[in-house]
């Protein structure tokens, strides 16, 4: 794995994945380090004189107005981040805390924080050492920062609280430290303060949440084309000229990829062959392209919205280039909560159309001809009856997920802070959102894959034999009596998750968007 080095001008998202999830080293530059120092000088500088400077020689928040004499100052860093851990709930993943570590790393290595070198260090050291503070669901309303989550970061770098080590082993954060032969850091002017007021939890789960959505929708794209042909719809409604007199940039690539997928299918288009020709196929079908291209627009306004906050130093007060420290509402979380939000509503619109075409599949009335519930021997079998009540189960909770966190606000610090984002909140729902979907898609996949072998003498595109070849060899079974159906549906999600529809059709198709 190679080192991310973190500089004055932020990141990219794909350096928050490399840490957060596949432990990628962490190196300050020299330039990060020669702007913390020439910060560190000016808040030096500004603790020196008389006059009160907020969060270098005052308290905080709705306390801000007390001027604390130079004795207490240390001891003011300390105290407020063991007052700000106050977590409660289970434990967040370990991939959000090491985002949380990276990012706020990020910001103080800008050189806008004040925060000593030697402090920002002590950061990277611990997430090069694999420690991983012990941060709780609840404790931010993302507005000044996700305060109550990277505040047990930073009590990790004092060698308090407790963290998980490299060996996922929980144990007081003083003794890991000491393992790693990291020395634990004594907090000065405005350095407490500079460690947990940020939006860097919501932004990490944002940047995992739109890789991760990224690819459900070009999985997406694939099981709705898989659906469209166990249903024998037709591939007309994909053309290209179709959805170039309606620009949206994400509808053409889903069209494009549902196309290169079917490109050779010979189950396509028999339905004006039927008894009772159809004229046009239902909504679910058809559309597919425009609403799964919709979710992908939005998931590339989230991204914009992810990068601009990636090469922003978010603290409060700042340190600016001029000598100034001056405070602000950077810290306020909106920018970041409407995006989550936003993606959580596409993709509970996702899920919703997944699953109206898994029903559809599983009707004998609308089905064009497969048997009921796709069972061996309807009546004897259920088939896959259930399989649907459980992706409609995840749809519904999709739907109550997708109501967004942002349009509330509750007033905390004595009125102080008497608007906030709720965007720690928006992005743990979606994270719940984005596994949902991926369960929804491989019920999909499991039934448009038994619905197009259940198509005796007619022959699937060379993709789509291709995602069911790999699909069974994956444990994803095919058509058959009824058989314990939960190892199915894990396989099938395992298959979705790990990327592995997307592999197997890929080599057939070429690169799909």
Not at 419 to 437: I, P, Y
Request: net charge negative.
């Amino acid at each position: 794995m190679h080192t991310v080095v973190v500089g004055t001008s932020g990141t990219t998202p794909e350096d928050v994945i490399a840490v957060s999830r596949h432990n990628a080293k962490v190196e300050l530059s020299a330039e990060a380090l020669a702007a913390l120092a020439r910060a560190r000088e000016i808040v030096d500088a500004l603790a020196a004189k008389p006059e009160p400077v907020y969060g270098v020689s005052t308290g905080f928040g709705a306390l801000a107005s007390r001027h604390i004499s130079p004795e207490l100052r240390a001891q003011l860093q300390r105290n407020i981040v063991r007052s700000h851990a106050a977590g409660m709930g289970p434990r967040v993943e370990r991939e959000v805390v090491r985002a949380l570590m990276f990012l706020r790393l990020k910001t103080v290595a800008s050189g806008h924080t004040g925060v000593r070198p030697s402090v920002a260090q002590t950061m990277a050291d611990v997430l090069n050492a694999g420690i991983t503070p012990v941060v709780h669901e609840y404790g931010s309303l993302g507005c000044s920062g996700d305060l109550a989550p990277l505040s047990h970061c930073a009590l990790t770098l004092m060698g308090e609280g407790d963290a998980e080590g490299p060996d996922g082993v929980v144990k007081p954060a003083g003794e890991l430290l000491a393992v790693a032969g990291i020395t634990p850091v004594e907090l000065r002017e405005k350095e407490g303060l500079a460690l947990l007021n940020g939006t860097d939890g919501m932004l990490g789960m944002l940047c995992m949440a739109i890789a991760d959505l990224k690819k459900l929708y070009t999985s997406a794209d694939i099981t709705a084309a898989l659906s469209l042909e166990a249903l024998l719809g037709t591939e007309k409604v994909l053309a290209p000229e179709l959805h170039a007199i309606r620009p949206h940039p994400g509808q053409g690539a889903s069209a494009a990829n549902m196309l290169a997928v079917l490109k050779d299918s010979g189950l396509t288009g028999h339905f004006q062959e039927e008894e009772a020709p159809r004229v046009q196929d239902a909504y679910s079908v058809r559309c597919a392209p425009q609403v799964n291209g919709a979710g992908r627009d939005t998931i590339a306004y989230a991204l914009t919205v992810a990068e601009r906050e990636l090469a922003s130093a978010v603290d409060n007060p700042v340190v600016l280039a001029d000598g100034r420290v001056e405070s602000n509402g950077n810290f306020h979380g909106a920018p970041v909560a409407y995006v989550l939000d936003f993606l959580a509503i596409v993709a509970a619109d996702l899920g919703s159309i997944a699953e109206r075409r898994t029903d559809r599949l599983l009707d004998k009335n609308r089905s064009h001809g497969l048997p009921p519930f796709l069972a061996d021997d309807a009546g004897v079998d259920s088939g896959l009856m259930i399989a649907q009540y459980t992706q409609a189960a995840l749809v519904s909770e999709m739907k109550r997920l997708a109501v967004p966190a942002s349009a509330d606000s509750i007033p905390s610090s004595a009125m102080q802070e008497d608007h906030v984002s709720m965007g720690w909140s928006a992005a743990r729902k979606l994270r719940t959102a984005v596994d949902n979907l991926t369960r929804i898609i491989a019920v999909e996949l499991y039934a448009a894959t038994r619905g197009i072998e259940l198509r005796k003498g007619l022959t699937p595109a060379p993709a789509s034999q291709a995602a069911i070849a790999a699909a069974r060899a994956a444990g994803v079974q095919g058509p058959g009596p009824d058989r314990y159906l939960a190892p199915d549906l894990a396989a099938a999600d395992a298959f979705v998750r790990e990327g592995k529809l997307v592999a197997a059709v890929e080599p057939v198709t070429g690169p799909l968007a």
